[in-house]
């Protein structure tokens, strides 16, 4: 455990170590969802993160804002709050580590164990008050096209390839009609992370889902997966397309981008001290 030098804790390694193994301990729970509360933690760090602006140097995970109304009460946040929640355990156990590189770290935990790739980590965001809320609107609105997704993600300063690689994220998880008014899972197994929104992008037929909820597409064969208007724009983008194509082909390539991209989204505005980052150990390693 790190030493105590004039009443501050020095965290070291093993100490970041130690949250993620107690953040992995508590995912699985069968009374949630598909069983895993990885999802909505993914979520979670996302959503901390994806506020980032980089013309004012505003938003982003530094600060962990989320904790507070109004950006914990923005639309798109909605459900958040059993993430946040879910980590209150944690930061109690470990009071020193700050909201923001907590919210991060799980999310890290997460995708590592739900079977995604390492996601290398560093320490070093602070939390901030109220005043740092980012304004509603920095979020994408799933119901717009590809237009949307290049103004929200070209913001954060991300490019084509990046946005689709982001993208693979929704091979987890699902939508919730109390939450965003969206329904059901991208994939047939939520709970793990592979390029399969990729391959089901592609290889399904979509037609627009009859029903009185917000519009979104379902699969044809099997009417139980969904995408949302903003993932199918994915696919009728010619350059998005592409990737979307290669990711499909080559889960590999998805991982290794899919690393690289999550982790610079988790990071964006960080003023970090140390360059230094972590590679966690999976539970499964
Ligand atoms: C869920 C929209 C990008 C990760 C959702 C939901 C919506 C949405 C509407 C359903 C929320 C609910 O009802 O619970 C979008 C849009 C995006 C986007 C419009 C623009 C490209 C991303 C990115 C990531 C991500 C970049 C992570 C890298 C997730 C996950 C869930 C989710 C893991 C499942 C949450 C759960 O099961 O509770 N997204 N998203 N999304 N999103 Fe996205």
């Not at 929640?85 to 999310?107: F, N, Q, V």
């Not at 099997?222 to 290669?246: C, N, Q």
Request: glycine share 10%.
């Amino acid at each position: 455990s790190g030493l105590k030098t004039g009443g501050a804790f020095t965290p070291t390694r093993d100490d970041f170590q130690r949250v993620y193994n107690d953040v992995a301990e508590i995912l699985e729970n069968n009374d949630y969802d598909n069983g895993s509360y990885g999802p909505v933690v993914v979520r979670l760090g996302w959503h901390a993160s994806g506020t980032y602006d980089k013309e004012t140097k505003t938003g982003g995970s530094n600060g962990a804002t989320m904790r507070f109304a109004p950006e914990s009460e923005h639309g798109a946040n909605a459900g958040l709050k059993t993430a946040r929640d879910l980590l209150e355990g944690i930061k109690k156990k470990h009071p020193w580590i700050s909201y923001s590189d907590l919210w991060t770290l799980a999310a890290v935990a997460a995708i590592q164990e739900m079977g995604g790739p390492k996601i290398p980590w560093r320490p070093g965001r602070k939390d901030g008050d109220v005043s740092a809320c980012t304004p509603d609107g920095r979020l994408p609105d799933a119901s717009k096209d590809q237009k949307h997704l290049r103004a929200i993600f070209y913001r954060m300063g991300f490019n084509d390839q990046e946005i689709v690689a982001l993208s693979g994220a929704h091979a987890l998880g699902r939508c919730h009609t109390d939450r965003s008014g969206f329904d059901g899972p991208w994939t047939f197994s939520p709970t793990m992370l592979t390029n399969d929104y990729y391959k089901l992008l592609l290889e399904e037929k979509w037609a627009w889902k009859k029903w009185n909820g917000p519009k979104q597409f379902e699969d044809v064969s099997t009417k139980s997966l969904m995408m949302l208007p903003t993932d199918m724009a994915l696919i009728k983008d010619k350059e998005f397309k592409k990737h979307v194509e290669r990711y499909a082909k080559d889960n590999d390539l998805f991982f290794r981008d899919f690393a690289d991209v999550f982790g610079r989204l988790l990071e964006l505005g960080v003023p970090f001290e140390k360059e230094e980052k972590f590679i966690f150990k999976s539970t499964t390693d």
